[in-house]
């Protein structure tokens, strides 16, 4: 139980095109997801929080307008990430928990890279 | 004083032993409590909940919270080469709705 699927795995593009990751909760509602960064050997570093219907909140430093997300459903969260730069490159994980002291369940990354 | 703390490791134990990994935290309100597994190059795994003071068992992992102390363990028995991993400590805050990581403590099981 507690499946969270994110897709695509693995994204490369060119600088200044908009790329949306998508995250799924398969077999639970998720009435919050996250969104995290990952820099190689270094910790997550959340970016953002979402609640079904509401507007994301996000953290001190992430820009929302470069990092669109949206939370239409209590099954899907996605993140656009706005004309990306070479500087964006990352992996990008999201994590998704069913109530307010339920354990986060993370789905399996996309790691993107802007050439 | 940071909000979820570990040793970063790495950590070396070898194959066969136990391997004790500890964090932690500032919040003393705080509630709920996790561990998570993350293999380099993947997102993390969650291993163990752990709500209430004392030990808590799921085969050779044990997680213990000691509230009072603001502390919280995993103990994982008979380590194998691939539990070598980063493990992640990380606390549900009384004051809203996040949950912090610590940085992780990297561990090392040496065959």
């Known amino acids: 139980g507690a499946v969270v699927s994110q897709h695509p795995s693995w994204v490369i593009c060119k600088s200044g095109t908009s790329v949306k990751i998508e995250c799924r909760s398969l077999d639970f509602q998720a009435t919050t997801m996250f969104w995290y960064r990952q820099f190689p050997k270094q910790s997550l570093m959340l970016m953002a929080t979402s609640n079904e219907g509401s507007k994301a909140t996000y953290e001190q430093g992430v820009e929302k307008d470069k990092f669109l997300i949206n939370h239409a459903s209590l099954t899907l969260s996605t993140l656009t990430v706005t004309s990306a730069h070479p500087e964006d490159s990352s992996f990008y994980i999201c994590s998704a928990r069913a109530g307010r002291y339920q354990p986060q369940h993370f789905g399996d990354g996309t790691r993107l890279s802007i050439l | ?111």
């Not at chain 2, 490791?9 to 032993?17: D, K, Q």
């Not at chain 2, 136990?18 to 597994?37: E, H, K, M, V």
């Not at chain 2, 209430?52 to 997680?63: H, P, V």
């Open chain 2, 1 to 111: 004083q940071k909000e979820v703390e570990q040793n970063s490791g790495p950590l070396s134990v070898p194959e066969g032993a136990i391997a004790s990994l500890n964090c932690t935290y500032s919040d003393r309100g705080s509630q709920s409590f996790f561990w998570y597994r993350q293999y380099s190059g993947k997102s993390p795994e969650l291993i163990m909940s752990i709500y209430s003071n004392g030990d808590k068992e799921d085969g050779r992992f044990t997680a213990q919270l000691n509230k009072a102390s603001q502390y919280v363990s995993l103990l994982i028995r008979d380590s194998q080469p691939s539990d070598s991993a980063t493990y992640l400590c990380a606390v549900k805050l009384n004051r809203d709705d996040k949950i912090i990581f610590g940085k992780g403590t990297r561990l090392h099981i040496l065959p």
